[in-house]
Structure formats: structure tokens, C-alpha cells
């Protein structure tokens, strides 16, 4: 199978301007879940979707949101970028209603806000 | 709520000599622990899991982990450093029913000398 894939791998992007993020889930995972990490504050969970649903949410301003489609595809928008946003933002998917518990992580975007 | 702390943020050792991460969870319910590996500008690759099963649990390239309710740990260990263990190790808490929100420590980086 393939793994889960995220693109772009690469952004820069000015104060102010939004974003939008993708993630492509393992097949047959149906849930996804996004985190952001960065030097200071290290890993962060952001939200969770599952069968377009968001389930859970981290503790992070509302200009973070994302939507989830029906083949289980992701993205996550940052509306009015501040420099402090930048991080590597990563994707996982999972499938716990087939017991699979553990998450698989892209290889995430690196989003530069100058 | 559950938290995880990792005790020491960077560790040093010999190749060939025995690496040890530590990893201390708290949860309030029964736990699921996991370890993921990070390269330099990659995701998060799953090391091993823990979801109730057996208390020690072997995983990719030697490494295993021991789950010790007493002591709320979850140590990863490898008999013999190689050169290519050099990267950030991170273990995560969930627990069951919420599995798409992983809660995780700061990060040990692993230094392996020659």
C-alpha cells in the first residue's frame, strides 16, 4: 500500500495570506488526524477527522480548520498567516475500527511564513 | 488528560553500546504508548506500539520496549547502536476511543559515535 502522502512538501508564504494543505491518507484509513510541530512547542495535535467529521480538536486559534472528503482526503487551511506559524505540519491516517490504533505519518509540509 | 515526559533531550553513545530512551506516561485510563523515529527533514516513522497486549513489545530495527504499569514507563531500549539510529525519538500516549489524537513527549535526539 501506499503510504500517506502531503503535498506541497514546501511553502513560503507572507504574513496575512492563507494557506491550504493536503493530505492523501493510507487506502482504507478513514481517519486523519494533523499535527504542527515546531522547535519550541515540539509536537502539537491540531484536529481529527473521521468520516468527514471532525472528532477532536486541539488547542489552536480558529484561523486553523480543515474539512475532510468522502475518499477519506484531507486538508487543512491557516487563514491570516503570522510568522509564528511557521512549522512543519504533518499528517497521519489511521483505521481504529479495524484496530488499527496507530497512526502513519507523511513526510508533512514545510510552511515558511515570512 | 494524559501527558508524557522523556527524560533527557539529547543522549549520547558508542556504536555498539546499548541505547536506552526513557519515556514516562501519565493517563488516567489504560494507555496506548507508541515510539516514532524522526530523520532529518522526514515524518514520523512507527518504531513499536503497546495496546494491551504483551508488556514487552519488539519492534523495527532492534528495538524493543517494555510496558511497567507500576512505574508508568514505557523505555525503549536497543542491545547494539548503529551509526543509522541517529535521529529524534518521540513517544506517544492515547488511549482507546480516541485514538486520533496523540499526545507526545519532547523529543530525544540520539547521538551515536563512532
Known amino acids: 500500500k501506499a503510504g500517506v502522502t502531503q503535498t506541497p512538501r514546501y511553502l513560503i508564504k507572507t504574513r496575512g495570506q492563507q494557506v491550504t494543505l493536503s493530505c492523501s491518507p493510507i487506502?482504507?484509513?478513514?481517519?486523519v488526524s494533523w499535527y504542527q510541530q515546531t522547535p519550541g512547542q515540539g509536537l502539537q495535535f491540531l484536529f481529527e477527522?473521521?468520516?468527514?467529521?471532525?472528532?477532536n480538536k486541539g488547542n489552536f486559534p480558529g484561523r486553523f480548520s480543515g474539512r475532510q472528503f468522502s475518499n477519506s482526503r484531507s486538508e487543512m487551511n491557516v487563514s491570516t498567516l503570522e510568522l509564528g506559524d511557521s512549522a512543519l505540519y504533518l499528517c497521519a491516517s489511521s483505521d481504529p475500527g479495524q484496530g488499527t490504533y496507530e497512526q502513519y505519518f507523511g513526510p508533512g509540509t514545510r510552511l515558511t511564513v515570512t | 488528560a494524559q501527558s508524557v515526559t522523556q527524560l533527557g533531550s539529547h543522549v549520547s553513545v558508542s556504536e555498539g553500546a546499548l541505547v536506552l530512551l526513557r519515556c514516562n506516561y501519565s493517563s488516567s485510563v489504560p494507555p496506548y504508548l507508541f515510539w516514532y523515529v524522526q530523520y532529518p527533514n522526514q515524518g514520523l516513522q512507527l518504531l513499536l506500539k503497546y495496546t494491551s497486549a504483551a508488556t514487552l513489545v519488539k519492534g523495527i530495527n532492534g528495538f524493543e520496549a517494555e510496558f511497567k504499569k507500576s512505574e508508568t514507563s514505557f523505555h525503549l531500549t536497543k542491545p547494539s547502536a548503529h551509526m543509522s539510529d541517529a535521529a529524534e525519538y518521540f513517544c506517544?500516549?492515547?488511549?482507546?476511543?480516541?485514538?486520533?489524537?496523540?499526545?507526545f513527549g519532547q523529543g530525544t535526539t540520539l547521538q551515536v559515535k563512532p
Open positions: 506517544a500516549v492515547t488511549i482507546s476511543g480516541n485514538t486520533g489524537k496523540l499526545i
Open positions: 477527522y473521521f468520516s468527514e467529521t471532525q472528532r
Open positions: 487506502s482504507g484509513h478513514r481517519s
